[in-house]
């Protein structure tokens, strides 16, 4: 069993930032990618930023360097720096992990979401 626990959303100003984080624990042998989706209502789930063991990372073509992906591997925490936020960055952040089991079985996940309000 894999639990995921973010944390890091809020209500913030525009162009003003936020750090979030998701943790992964439980039965876990390895963790391969480790990315962040967002849903606005209304909205399809989107990739934000992805990172992979390997230190490989993808951003979704609207971060334009506003974001900034990275990973304890030693602490299985993943982290967001988001800075110059927009309006329309408000949306629930899911965290989603691609992992190995200790009993070698792959294994994905979605954490519960936080939710991040851009606001005036």
């Known amino acids: 069993q894999v639990q995921l626990m973010e944390s890091g959303g809020g209500l913030v100003r525009p162009g003003g930032s936020l750090r979030l984080s998701c943790t992964a624990s439980?039965?876990?042998?390895?963790?391969?990618?480790m990315a962040w989706y967002r849903q606005a209502p209304g909205e399809q789930r989107e990739l934000v930023a992805a990172?992979?063991?390997?230190?490989?990372?993808d951003y979704g073509d609207f971060v334009k360097e506003r974001f900034t992906i990275s990973r304890d591997k030693a602490k299985n925490t993943m982290y967001l720096q988001m800075d110059s936020l927009k309006l329309e960055d408000s949306a629930v952040y899911y965290c989603?992990?691609?992992?190995?089991?200790?009993?070698?079985?792959?294994?994905?996940?979605w954490g519960q979401g936080t939710r991040v309000t851009v606001s005036a």
């Open positions: 989603n992990i691609q992992a190995l089991l200790a009993s070698g079985a792959p294994f994905g996940s």
């Open positions: 439980g039965s876990i042998f390895s963790i391969g990618r």
């Open positions: 990172i992979t063991s390997g230190g490989s990372i």
